[in-house]
């Protein structure tokens, strides 16, 4: 999705979210220049296998015991530690950094790809991590900036399949998405979470209908 067409839905998740587009962008601006320091950045090549998106759905564990994953898998932070249990490290890690960071660091020293993504809520997580990390992709939800990217998508999970989308994946299927029951973190705003689980609901839906798909809910989602 290029930000021409992405900018309509931000503006509107602004709006629903009280989020104030000015800093995420500051947050970007800071993501982008720890990032441009690096000697290289990494280049996705177009994806040729099926893409497992793995979420943080209720019984996550038991869903994944009894699935073979064949492709190339991308999990949502908030999902890293129940997926390393049951299927070791997987393909990427999408993340803005409120994820485990232990996690999210051991992944980044064992070729895990990492992709993170800057918003008005991390910029002090971005300071604190990014440069110990080995990021592959770094991600705005407001205009593009530097060597930052902007795929389309709101939430890990569903940035993930943008992202999935993006370079052609042949297959998206989403494993672990429950958009009627938010896994709340403490201190989290449980209204604000349903929001953005509608958010990433409707445009996932979306996704699925430009790929010529009917989007529908179940532990098991293929768009």
């Known amino acids: 999705m290029d930000f021409e067409t992405w900018n309509p839905y931000y503006r509107k998740i602004c709006s629903d979210l009280e989020i104030k587009p000015e800093t995420d962008y500051e947050s970007s601006i800071l993501l982008n220049d720890i990032l441009q320091k690096r000697n290289h950045a990494a280049v996705q090549k177009e994806i040729t296998e099926p893409v497992w998106i793995v979420g943080n759905g209720p019984g ?30 997987p393909d990427y890690v999408f993340t803005d950094l409120d994820g485990p960071i232990k996690l999210i660091r051991e992944c980044s020293e064992n ?14 997580m971005i300071e604190r991590h990014v ?21 389309g998508g709101f939430t890990d999970g569903d940035r993930a399949a943008f992202f999935a989308d993006f370079f052609n994946a042949p297959e998206i299927i989403l ?9 709340i973190k403490e201190g989290s705003d449980y209204h604000r979470k349903m929001k953005k ?9 979306a996704l699925a209908q430009k790929r010529g798909s009917q989007f529908r809910s179940g532990q098991i989602i293929r768009i």
Do not use: C
């Open 60 to 89: 996550l564990e038991d869903i994944l015991r009894d699935l073979s994953l064949n492709g190339i898998v991308f999990v949502a932070d908030s999902a890293i530690g129940k997926y390393m249990k049951v299927k070791g490290y």
């Open 111 to 124: 070729s895990v790809s990492l992709v993170v993504h800057a918003h008005g809520d991390n910029k002090e």
């Open 131 to 151: 440069p110990l990390l080995n990021v592959h992709t770094g991600t705005t939800q407001n205009r593009p900036v530097g060597v930052l990217r902007n795929f």
């Open 175 to 183: 494993v672990g998405f429950d958009f009627s029951v938010p896994s």
């Open 197 to 205: 689980l509608r958010w990433a609901e409707s445009l996932l839906s």
